[in-house]
């Protein structure tokens, strides 16, 4: 979340709490717990953001894939 980097906080928030419900309606519920985390790393501020950034991003990147493949989105 490029709005952390940037000291835009709110906005951050904002995107990943969008993120983790949409995740949790198409039934991506690893992801959603890994955007829960992160929401709560932001709120907390805590230093290890950027694993958490990383982790989601993997993350988003399989179930991407798999709506892909689903799809035959190629």
Same mark, same amino acid.
């Given at each position: %979340?490029?709005e952390?980097a940037?000291h835009?906080v709110?906005e951050a928030l ?10 949790? /309606? %198409?039934g991506?519920?690893? *992801?959603?717990?890994?955007a829960r985390? *992160?929401?709560?790393? %932001?709120?907390? /501020?805590?230093v290890? *953001? +950027?694993?958490?950034?990383?982790r989601v +991003?993997?993350e988003?990147a399989?179930? *991407?894939?798999? %709506?892909? +493949?689903?799809?035959?989105l190629?």
């Amino acid at each position: %979340i490029a709005e952390v980097a940037a000291h835009e906080v709110e906005e951050a928030l904002r995107r990943v709490h969008s993120m983790k419900g949409l995740c949790g /309606n %198409i039934g991506a519920g690893m *992801l959603a717990e890994m955007a829960r985390e *992160l929401e709560s790393a %932001i709120k907390e /501020n805590q230093v290890e *953001l +950027d694993a958490h950034l990383a982790r989601v +991003d993997a993350e988003l990147a399989v179930v *991407l894939a798999g %709506i892909k +493949d689903a799809f035959s989105l190629h």
